[in-house]
């Protein structure tokens, strides 16, 4: 069967930030960026108009306007931050992030000290009647949130060993905060340390403070520890798979817990059964997703560790490790084995007359014509500049019949429109002798019958 020749793999360190990811990554953050700007402006538009603000749902103007300014500035900065900005945009969008910082922890600060010190009244430092002398204040964990966004913005870009662990910490617990919030709402947990219903994270604030820590987050993780997650090595593959997983996980945890109380209308024996069933069947395809993706990636590895990067065929190393490999099934099996060994005539002449790039091709129409007329069960390589070989089971007068094949083939090839050179080549191939013999031993017989032939016809 003929395979497709593979395009020859592109070469990065395994620590590299995987291209195919910055691309869909920024226009993601793109896109948030917008819904949230949005969002910040009809929300301060609102406060402005009254008439506006009569046609909103009840409940909107629990996003206060310092809080969709604050989010305003948080999306200002962060479009100054992206790659290839100028030094002035940069310290423009710091400027904003600093803003952002020193308002949120003002305002959290203002909460955190009325009648904090009083321990006995520790739930009354976030009650209504505070909040109702305070109208235009952002909610307390709003604030707490933004505040550290404020920091992540601020040392977005920087790779300085300390800061840049300020940085990582930052994100981390804005992550935190934002997953508390909307815990909170998940779970009925809206009055978590005092809050009341009057003085909460409103939805639309939620919402946006999700999208901004998804935009910084993944900003920062081409800076700082969280880096991985962008990688193109093992790790970070496999940590983009299982991170959705682990987010969801703890979520999905209580909702099981919260389902079997709902359940034990059927008996608590069978509820419990039922939600651990559930849970089990959840955590076996996580692990079997993450077991297929590891040993997908070990495979690709693999590839490029055998592989010739010009033609897609094996290289030395493979061709050795899976042709000796093949000659020891054959072995079992009883069956005949054989190894050609090719090598092109007047390659270099090409090279020189028509240039590299004409050799290159000439090396990939050989490989192509090798994978057409050889079974995709032999095993071809590349082991030299212009050698190539092919080892599996066969005869000789099999092998014969496939050289008269591929000689058939290469005159095809000669033929094509346009095509200024000719391709040849001189080969040998062996069979065989005994149980006893090595591959490497085959491999040197069929190379000196290859030259033999090659020296003949420079006669």
């Known amino acids: ?93 710091r400027i904003l992030a600093l803003i952002v910082l020193i308002t949120a922890f003002t305002i959290f600060l203002e909460y955190a000290s009325n009648n904090a010190l009083k321990l006995g009244r520790f739930n009354q430092i976030l009650d209504l009647d505070f909040y109702a002398t305070h109208p235009g204040r952002m909610s307390p964990q709003t604030a707490a949130a933004l505040t550290f966004l404020g920091v992540v913005m ?166 050795y490790v899976l042709g000796e490999q093949a000659m020891r099934l054959a072995r079992r099996a009883s069956k005949p084995f054989s190894v050609l060994y090719l090598d092109l005539d007047r390659l270099k002449p090409i090279n020189d007359t028509f240039g590299h790039d004409v050799g290159s091709e000439v090396l990939q129409t050989v490989a192509k014509l090798l994978t057409l007329v050889f079974r995709e069960v032999d095993v071809i390589g590349r082991i030299g500049g212009d050698e190539f070989v092919v080892a599996g089971e066969g005869s000789t007068d099999g092998m014969e019949i496939v050289v008269e094949r591929l000689q058939l083939a290469v005159a095809a090839a000669n033929t094509a429109p346009g095509r200024e050179y000719s391709i040849s080549f001189s080969h040998g191939y062996v069979t065989r002798l005994d149980a006893a013999e090595s591959f490497e031993h085959m491999l040197g017989r069929a190379d000196k019958i290859m030259y033999e032939e090659k020296r003949l016809k420079k006669k």
């Open 154 to 319: 601020l040392l977005l870009r920087v790779r300085k060993r300390l800061l840049s662990h300020v940085a990582d910490i930052a994100v981390l617990l804005l992550g935190l905060m934002t997953l508390t919030i909307l815990s909170g709402y998940l779970f009925g947990a809206i009055h978590l340390f005092g809050v009341s219903m009057q003085n909460r994270t409103s939805p639309q604030t939620l919402f946006a403070l999700c999208l901004l820590t998804l935009v910084a987050y993944t900003r920062r993780a081409e800076y700082g520890f969280h880096s991985v997650l962008l990688s193109l090595g093992i790790g970070g593959k496999t940590a983009r798979l299982a991170m959705p997983f682990a987010i969801i996980l703890p979520f999905l945890l209580e909702m099981v817990r919260a389902g079997s109380v709902y359940l034990r209308i059927i008996g608590p024996q069978y509820a419990n059964a039922i939600a651990t069933s559930a849970l089990s069947i959840f955590i076996v395809g996580f692990t079997l997703m993450v077991a297929w993706r590891i040993d997908s990636l070990e495979s690709a590895i693999r590839d490029l560790s055998l592989r010739d990067e010009l033609t897609g065929l094996y290289n030395r190393r493979g061709f």
């Open 1 to 93: 069967m003929a395979s497709q020749i593979p395009s020859p793999p592109v070469l990065l360190a395994s620590s590299h930030p995987d291209p195919h990811l910055l691309d869909p990554l920024a226009r993601m953050q793109r896109i948030y960026l917008l819904l949230v700007g949005v969002i910040s402006i009809t929300i301060l538009v609102a406060w402005l108009s009254p008439a506006l603000a009569a046609l909103f749902p009840e409940g909107w103007s629990l996003m206060r306007p310092n809080t969709a300014l604050a989010m305003l500035l948080s999306v200002l900065s962060l479009v100054l931050s992206q790659p290839k900005r100028s030094p002035a945009e940069l310290r423009a969008s």
